[in-house]
């Protein structure tokens, strides 16, 4: 076992994941580099790129001004020119600031210009709530762009995935948003020894079970694996399927799971409304109707502005005990 390879077998953050992603990414390609706000000098506000200055020097990791709109349409323009940028927003709601940029620009160029014109970026953003950082920094809008055609959006829940899906995302020739949920980065695990990529289309199944199918993503992957491990102790089996990707949605996965186990509970963070659960349950139910053995149940955030208080968070959001109710629901 070489240097490289006994490194990525050893215990790892999510944040350190990624960071070797990146740096991986770097030496391999020298028109890869990465540039936002802070993701130099400071090592990014999540500190996934410490260190990657000193490696790289400036011209590789650029630290740009607060300007959403323009270091994404910097970075759209670069790889226009063949460049491979990974442009770093700070979180999910600052990117609506460059929504029009990665929307009327990164989506649509390759289709505006009658398959001329790819834009092989790749955004990533953090998600999600759960650290008290209130409305304006806490938001899951993973699902506006998953409702753009012409983007692949993302969501890595594990070290594994972490680790691998930044290459696979940069060897894509069209835009990759890939979403970081702020509570996954301290999160631990053991790389697995055997993975050195991912693909970028499929669910994968996290659990297997015979009775119910939790279908979830990102940040509440943890949460629903802790609701699984708690129904099993009253002999309900749940199987946890992560979806990985919600553009393109791996529908195969989701289905065969829910022909297995009759019954489906979708755990999204974002609000119910326009949600990429509503658009998961229309599928099960146009597609798999007849395997159902009781209505599909969701667990959404509350349809609030995310509270700073730490108690109004926690209950505006899925929680374990609030998947646990729907399984019961889901089996009853």
């Given at each position: ?42 090592g990014g506000c999540f500190g996934v790129s410490l260190g990657l200055l000193e490696e790289f020097g400036p011209d590789r990791i650029r630290d740009t001004p607060l300007s ?62 759960g650290r008290q950082l209130a409305a304006q920094h806490s938001h899951s809008l993973e699902s506006w762009y998953a409702h753009i055609p012409g983007l692949r959006v993302l ?75 708690e129904l099993s102790g009253d002999g309900v089996d749940v199987e946890v399927v992560d979806l990985r990707s919600l553009r393109p949605l791996d529908d195969a996965t989701v ?78």
């Open positions: 076992m070489n240097a490289t390879r006994a490194a990525d077998t050893a215990r790892t953050t999510y944040r350190e994941a990624l960071r070797a992603a990146l740096r991986e990414a770097l030496r391999g390609d020298d028109r890869v580099f990465l540039m936002g706000e802070d993701v130099g000098r400071y959403e709109s323009a270091f994404v349409g910097a970075g759209i323009g670069a790889a226009l020119g063949g460049m491979r940028p990974v442009v770093e927003i700070m979180t999910v709601n600052f990117s609506l600031l460059a929504l029009d940029q990665i929307m009327n620009n990164a989506a649509t160029l390759l289709h505006m210009s009658g398959g001329q014109l790819n834009v092989p970026i790749v955004i990533r953003m953090t998600t999600g709530a969501t890595p829940a594990t070290v594994d995935d972490a680790r691998h899906m930044l290459a696979a995302a940069l060897d894509d020739p069209d835009p990759v948003v890939l979403f970081e949920h702020g509570s996954l980065y301290n999160e631990e695990g053991v790389l697995d020894a055997a993975t050195d990529s991912v693909g970028l289309d499929s669910a994968a199944v996290r659990r297997p079970g015979a009775d119910v199918s939790v279908i979830t993503y990102g940040g509440s992957l943890p949460k629903a694996l802790a609701a699984a491990e289905l065969e799971s829910v022909a297995r186990t009759h019954r489906a509970v979708i755990v999204d963070e974002g609000w119910r409304s326009g949600s990429i659960s509503g658009e998961i349950a229309a599928r099960i139910a146009e597609q798999a109707f007849y395997d159902l053995d009781a209505p599909v149940q969701r667990v959404c955030s509350q349809e609030v502005p995310m509270p700073y208080a730490k108690q109004l968070e926690e209950a505006a959001l899925p929680q374990p005990a609030s998947i646990v109710a729907a399984v019961r629901r889901a089996v009853a």
